[in-house]
């Protein structure tokens, strides 16, 4: 079966600009997770949704972040305006309810906010 | 915070050895975790423990949980140059949402 799908790979911003990212979750898979990872650390969960819906979304900066999943399928996460200290690599993941949470993660954005 | 810690930090053996992992979380799980990530790769899902077992194979990897400590531990037998990577645990709790660790860099030379 196909991964999950991110882009861009890569992407340069200044502080103060906006960016926004793309996945696309393995067919079928209910269940998509953006997270942040910054260098050196582990993953952080930012947002999860199931289909359409928030199901969590604790530890999203609502103030400069925003995601949505409008259709159940693909998803963007955007920054707005982007700080030093959001770059990172932002990774989505997705899972099948009948995996027990086993979840795969697509190849990666890498931001760099100068 | 709930997420996890791994134990060492960093880990350089030769080829042909075992290395072994600890991972610490915080709260209830129903399962647990492992992943393996490549440098300026996505994470790979490895192996995955429920809460009510003690031990599980896969291969060349034996993962232990021991839910009383609130421990994991990842074996990797007989290890290759190309087990190089970084592993993370991820606990999993009742809204199947993953506490990553902060992750092992495991080096294996040749």
């Known amino acids: 079966e196909a991964g999950v799908a991110q882009s861009p790979r890569y992407k340069i911003i200044e502080k103060r600009q906006s960016v926004a990212f793309w996945c696309n979750p393995i067919s079928g898979h209910a269940t998509l997770y953006w997270y942040q990872q910054i260098l050196g650390q582990g993953p952080k969960l930012l947002i999860q949704f199931q289909n359409n819906g928030v199901v969590d979304d604790s530890q999203l900066p609502k103030d400069r972040f925003s995601a949505e999943r409008l259709k159940g399928v693909d998803s963007t996460l955007k920054i707005q305006p982007a700080k030093l200290e959001d770059s990172a690599v932002y990774l989505c993941?997705?899972?099948?309810?009948?995996?027990?949470?086993?979840?795969?993660f697509g190849p990666g954005t890498r931001l760099t906010v100068l | 915070s709930q997420q996890g810690e791994e134990d060492p930090q960093a880990l350089s053996i030769q080829e042909g050895e075992n290395a072994t992992m600890n991972c610490s979380y915080k709260?209830?799980?129903?399962?647990l975790q492992w992943y393996r990530q490549n440098s300026g790769r996505g994470l790979v899902h490895l192996i995955l423990?429920?809460?009510?077992?003690r031990e599980k194979h896969s291969g060349r990897l034996r993962v232990t949980l021991d839910t009383s400590k609130k421990s994991s531990s990842l074996l990797i037998t007989a290890s290759r140059a190309a087990d190089t990577a970084s592993y993370f645990c991820a606990a999993i709790t009742g809204a199947n949402n993953l506490f990553f660790g902060t992750g092992t860099r495991l080096t294996v030379i040749p």
């Open positions: 993941a997705s899972s099948a309810a009948e995996r027990l949470g086993t979840q795969y």
């Open positions: 423990i429920r809460s009510n077992e």
């Open positions: 709260t209830s799980i129903n399962n």
